[in-house]
């Protein structure tokens, strides 16, 4: 028989330095997860990391857990691609930077299959508009 799903969690930690500290205690705690569990078995599979990841939580009935390791979010490719620290401080005044579409193609194929688009096309316009935020200039 399978397990019961209690609740499914979702949680952006730096990869390899997830601590018992919030966000991860309290999250975890609240449900019965043995904290320690997740925070020793998410450092040990992200040690090779660097950034945010995103883990997908699911928590069972039993107090037992699975989790799955998501890419890290749109905008940790895009400081990457253009090499920032991080975006403008007044988005849509201050442009900080230029991407351009090779660069919206190239971040949108490596993150494709966490986008919630049906092809290319869509998921450049998530990342487009998701450096539009940060206040970078897109291309044409």
Not at 84 to 96: F, N
Not at 112 to 140: P, Q, T, W, Y
């Amino acid at each position: 028989m399978a397990k019961k799903v209690k609740v499914v969690l979702k949680l952006n930690l730096p990869a390899g330095k997830a601590n018992p500290a919030p966000p991860v205690g309290p999250a975890l705690g609240q449900h019965g997860v043995a904290i320690m569990d997740f925070v020793n078995s998410y450092n040990e599979k992200t040690k090779t990391m660097s950034g945010v990841i995103p883990a997908v939580i699911t928590v069972y009935e039993d107090r037992s857990f699975d989790f799955v390791l998501k890419k890290p979010p749109v905008t940790e490719f895009i400081k990457k691609e253009l090499k920032l620290e991080k975006g403008s401080q007044a988005p849509g005044r201050d442009q900080v930077a230029t991407i351009t579409q090779e660069q919206l193609t190239k971040i949108a194929e490596e993150k494709m299959e966490d986008l919630n688009a049906n092809n290319l096309e869509a998921a450049k316009k998530i990342v487009a508009g998701s450096a539009r935020s940060m206040g970078l200039k897109v291309e044409k």
